[in-house]
Structures are given as structure tokens and as C-alpha cells.
């Protein structure tokens, strides 16, 4: 089987260096690689050249418009029939198209994603975020765990769909974040399968601060009730989670403070203790245990202040998505 990695890139070409560096120990070489520039005044053409006698190449340059339709204009300019669609922000593991094509013999889907992990190079900043968004006792591992709860949906830096699949889907709508999720729900409703493939994981850099964080789980949040209105089947109680966390922690300690009734926050006590252990066992470093704590209490906040807010704007003062949040929707 031929694979096309689809990239969209802006204004990155340190990171497009590593992640072409990385392609190049691919252990399955029937593949070529697709990079669209998103209108970066900070090209990569001269990272591209650096790597065409090594890897089949195709790079095109074109007007800002976001990475979903960058992905979809990837596509158009492809010629194979099984695309792969990653961040420029990732590391490609040698084993990983190997990987895929292996379970794709065993058990062929027109969909699939995989994990993201955090390479020992990282910064504890980034490990800490990489805890954060992929631990099970954090997200439920929606974002490529080995357990994970309901039907995997994958991620746009780690996602497999096949030419028919995504001809007859319409490719990347233009929500941004939450063009991903968007996409695998109507895969699901054409009737088209996806899995979770655990083993094709990509190292995932997120260059990232505590402030940008915050602000990119807050965009989360906001799209997950856009999602929810457009297809309202895929609702679900579990998405309340961060809202609620935050304000049950704000009850628990007023209940402590005023009260004397400690029972709530000691809840959240052992969760945080349980959730620092975790972090520090799997990162061998405390410090980063800390730092995965403070990462999850940022992330429920900014996710489920950003969910609560969408909710009222949508379901309570009903007003259109597009209406009351432009910003996240690519023109």
C-alpha cells in the first residue's frame, strides 16, 4: 500500500526540517510526502531541497487559510490512496508506517489514528503537557491511550484516512480546532469504520506555553458543544467533566473553608496525589509530576470554562455557532 503524508505548515521550518529528518528512517519506504506552506512569511522551500534526494517530495506554497483546508489542498495535489495527516511539530518513530500497514493487512478500516508520546528530548514543560492530554486519569484516553473510553476518534497530528473515505466525506470542514472530531463523526454517520492503531504513535513537540496552553484547551472546550449541535447523536454526559471538576473543587473548598466539611476536597486531594504519582513513576522525574498536576488543573479550567461558555451562547441563548465564535471558524 502507498501512503501520502499530508502536512500543513506555517512559518515552522525548524520543525519541518526535524520532522522530514525523521521521515527518512522510515523502515517502510512506499510512501511520499505532501507539504503545503499556509502562507508562511517564514518558508521551508530551502529544508525541502535540503531532503528531495532523499524522499519523494511534493511542496506547494499557497494563501493563509488554516490547516484544515491546507490538509484538504494536500489531498487534491496527492495521488495516493491512503493519506496520513500529521502537525509539523512531530517526530515520525522509524517503525511507525511499518506499524501501520501491518494492522491495516490484519484488520483493514478507511480511518485510524494513533498515540502521541513525549520523547525523551523533550522539555518538562512539554512532558508535563503530553501527561496532561493523553493520561488515562486525565482525558480518558481520547487521545490515543491503550484504554480508551467509546469509539476512538482520531487526532489531526496522528490521523490515517483513505482517498474514497475522504472524497465522499468532503475532506476538513472549516471549524479550527475541532475540524478532526468534525470529520471522524461524519465518517461514522457514512457508515465507515475507525481504530486505534497503538503502536503507529508520533513524537508530538507542541511548542507551547503555559499561557498558550490555556488557550488552546479553552478553544477545546468551545468547539466540543459546536460538534454536539451539529451532530447531537454523538452527545455525551462525560464531555460536563472538566466544568464540573472546576466547580466542584471551588464547592469543595468553600465547604472546607466555612464548613469545616472536608470530605469533597479530600476527594480531590487523592485524585491530585494519585494523579502526581502517575506522572512521576511514568516520567521519572517529580518535578515533572508537579508540573503534570498543574498542566491538568489548566487544562479542566480553560476546557471546561470554554465548554460552559459555548454551551450558554448555543443551547441557552441559541445563538449560531459561526454567530458567536468567528474566530473559530476559518474563512
Known amino acids: 500500500m502507498h501512503f501520502s503524508f499530508v502536512i500543513p505548515v506555517f512559518n515552522r521550518p525548524a520543525e519541518v526540517d526535524e520532522l522530514l529528518e525523521s521521515l527518512t528512517f522510515q523502515t ?8 503545503v506552506e499556509d502562507g508562511s512569511t517564514l518558508k521551508c522551500d530551502k529544508v525541502i531541497n535540503k531532503y528531495k534526494s532523499k524522499l519523494d517530495i511534493q511542496y506547494y506554497f499557497k494563501s493563509n487559510s488554516g490547516p484544515g483546508p491546507s490538509r484538504n489542498y494536500g489531498v487534491d495535489k496527492s495521488n495516493s490512496e491512503y493519506f496520513i495527516f500529521c502537525d509539523s511539530d512531530c517526530i515520525i518513530p522509524p517503525m511507525y ?8 493487512k490484519i484488520n483493514y478500516t478507511d480511518a485510524f489514528g494513533g498515540p502521541d508520546n513525549a520523547h525523551s528530548s523533550f522539555t518538562p514543560l512539554q512532558k508535563a503537557i503530553n501527561y496532561a492530554m493523553t493520561a488515562f486519569i486525565t482525558t480518558g484516553g481520547i487521545r490515543g491511550g491503550k484504554k480508551s473510553i467509546g469509539n476512538f476518534q482520531p487526532r489531526s497530528f496522528n490521523m490515517g484516512i483513505s482517498k474514497t473515505a475522504f472524497s465522499n466525506t468532503g475532506g476538513f470542514g472549516n471549524i479550527n480546532p475541532g475540524e478532526d472530531p468534525d470529520l471522524t463523526i461524519r465518517l461514522w ?11 503507529a504513535f508520533v513524537y508530538h513537540k507542541r511548542r507551547i506555553s503555559w499561557i498558550q496552553f490555556y488557550k488552546q484547551v479553552n478553544k477545546f472546550g468551545k468547539c466540543r458543544p459546536i460538534l454536539n449541535y451539529w451532530h447531537p447523536e454523538t452527545s455525551k454526559i462525560t464531555y460536563w467533566f472538566p466544568t464540573c471538576f472546576i466547580f466542584g473543587l471551588a464547592l469543595g473548598l468553600l465547604l472546607s473553608i466555612n464548613y469545616n466539611n ?10 491530585f496525589i494519585l494523579l502526581l504519582f502517575d506522572s512521576t513513576i511514568r516520567n521519572k522525574n517529580i518535578i515533572i509530576g508537579f508540573m503534570s498536576l498543574f498542566a491538568t488543573c489548566v487544562q479542566y479550567l480553560g476546557y471546561g470554562i470554554g465548554f460552559l461558555k459555548a454551551v450558554i451562547f448555543i443551547k441557552v441563548l441559541k445563538y449560531k455557532p459561526e454567530d458567536a465564535f468567528p474566530y473559530l471558524f476559518l474563512k
Open 189 to 199: 454517520k457514512l457508515g465507515y469504520e475507525t481504530q486505534l492503531i497503538p503502536k
Open 28 to 35: 517502510y519506504t512506499n510512501f511520499d510526502t505532501v507539504i
Open 262 to 271: 472536608s470530605f469533597l476536597i479530600c476527594l480531590y486531594i487523592f485524585y
Open 97 to 104: 508506517l511499518n506499524e501501520v500497514q501491518k494492522q491495516l
